[in-house]
């Protein structure tokens, strides 16, 4: 059996075994990945997408993060007074392995959560801009993040003990007072 899949704009004609140099992907060596945009399947029975089969995947291990070839284009103007001009290129690319043809049954859902949860997240986050705090400017605000301190609610509801427990950054008590006022409304 094999499959077309498309990836990075091209396509390939994949088998379980082959190993492909594609588009660099973000992943790491030993990763396994799975390409959800499968044009054709090819075996005793042919299924041609229209323009992408539904619930088709290709299975695959990265191998390696490598940089292809060099490519070197030059370019020379002919007579008198002309110029030269020569540009090396090495594209990056992703080394994987196909382990395996998935004709149905790709799981797609759990990407697709994961894809609406992260935003929802992003957005609760991004809610509460806390340099509206007088004296909280983007780095002040970038280590109140990294100690866990995202909101004004957050930040309101802080104690005595748990400002003194906090290393990352000094939080001061006229922040914990602003940060009540702006959690009201």
Do not use: C
């Not at 396994?32 to 290709?58: R, S, Y």
């Not at 007074?81 to 690319?93: A, D, F, I, M, P």
């Not at 992003?122 to 340099?131: G, P």
């Amino acid at each position: 059996m094999f499959a077309v899949l498309k990836t990075g704009g091209k396509q390939y004609k994949v088998q379980a075994g082959d190993v492909l140099r594609v588009e660099k992907l973000a992943a790491d060596a030993g990763e396994t990945i799975q390409f959800d945009e499968v044009l054709m399947l090819g075996g005793d029975a042919p299924v041609v997408g229209a323009p992408l089969i539904e619930g088709a995947a290709v299975k695959a291990e990265v191998i390696d993060q490598i940089k292809g070839d060099k490519v070197i284009n030059f370019v020379k103007r002919r007579r008198k007074h002309s110029s030269k001009r020569t540009v090396g290129h090495r594209q990056k690319l992703t080394l994987v392995r196909i382990t395996e043809i998935l004709a149905s049954g790709a799981s797609k859902a759990a990407p697709k959560a994961a894809a609406k949860a992260a935003p929802a997240a992003a957005e609760a986050a991004a809610s509460d801009d806390l340099t509206a705090l007088t004296g909280v400017g983007p780095a002040a605000a970038k280590k109140l993040a990294e100690a866990g301190l995202t909101s004004f609610a957050q930040i309101a509801a802080l104690s005595e003990d748990d400002i003194a427990g906090i290393e990352a950054i000094k939080v001061k008590p006229e922040w914990v007072e602003q940060a009540k006022e702006l959690a009201k409304g």
